[in-house]
């Protein structure tokens, strides 16, 4: 399967900073990935698609001013945590569309807003 | 009711058993089934992937898929504690969205135990 890396790995920032995650696709070149968020103990939540070269759709209720996603290459997405509070702390995981069906997934970016 | 129903569990089970995970789901139009296998604080790793109705055997992996009676499983044989982890199940393929956006089951967590 594809690799994907996600970096930082962890990242602890103060309230009303901003913060950047990024995720590559090493091996594949992705003109689809996706960002969720995960809660612990608590299933995938989709946040948004991104399209490289194109805007990225949100989901309902997940505010695209807030979470800036931006997918300028084929390996590269990111997103930004604009002006983080402590309830934006969460597990962030981006995964790449493969083919037809098949997701891949980072390992995932620990954010802890203080 | 959910799109995707995944007993969360826990379910622990002793080392070598025969372990039978399930979700079931209520959108005739998914065509795409995985299991995934997620660590603690991990992104998840893909472990199945099954188009349509049928069986797939992968090593001590066997997801399958009865689209008759919207039921999916994975089983795992001689099941070892280093499978203790969550299992989520995800669909996709709805026609009507045009895009391979995953519908995640809330996951079951497996423990087995030495």
């Known amino acids: 399967g594809a690799v994907v890396s996600q970096h930082p790995s962890w990242v602890i920032c103060k309230s009303g900073t901003s913060v950047k995650i990024e995720c590559r696709s090493l091996?594949?070149?992705?003109?689809?990935m996706f960002w969720y968020r995960q809660f612990p103990k608590q299933s995938l939540m989709l946040m948004a698609t991104?399209?490289?070269?194109?805007?990225?759709?949100?989901e309902q209720g997940v505010e695209k001013d807030k979470f800036l996603i931006n997918h300028a290459s084929l390996t590269l997405s990111t997103l930004t945590v604009t002006s983080a509070h402590p309830e934006d702390s969460s597990f962030y995981i981006c995964?790449?569309?493969?083919?037809?069906?098949?997701?891949?997934f980072g390992p995932g970016t620990r954010l802890t807003v203080t | 009711q959910k799109e995707v129903e995944q007993d969360p569990g826990p379910l622990s089970v002793p080392e070598g058993a025969i372990v039978s995970l399930n979700c079931t789901y209520s959108?005739?139009?998914?065509?795409?089934f995985m299991w995934y296998r997620q660590y603690s604080r991990k992104g998840p790793e893909l472990l199945m992937y099954?188009?349509?109705?049928g069986n797939k055997e992968d090593g001590r992996f066997t997801a399958q898929v009865d689209k008759s009676s919207k039921y999916i499983s994975l089983f795992i044989r001689d099941s070892q504690p280093s499978d203790s982890a969550t299992y989520l199940c995800?669909?996709?393929?709805?026609?009507?969205?045009?895009?391979?956006?995953?519908?995640f089951g809330t996951g079951t967590r497996l423990k087995v135990l030495a």
């Open positions: 995964s790449l569309g493969a083919t037809f069906g098949a997701q891949y």
């Open positions: 091996d594949f070149q992705a003109t689809t």
């Open positions: 991104s399209n490289e070269g194109s805007k990225a759709t949100y």
């Open positions: 959108n005739s139009a998914f065509q795409y």
């Open positions: 099954t188009y349509s109705s």
């Open positions: 995800a669909m996709s393929g709805d026609s009507a969205s045009g895009t391979y956006k995953y519908i």
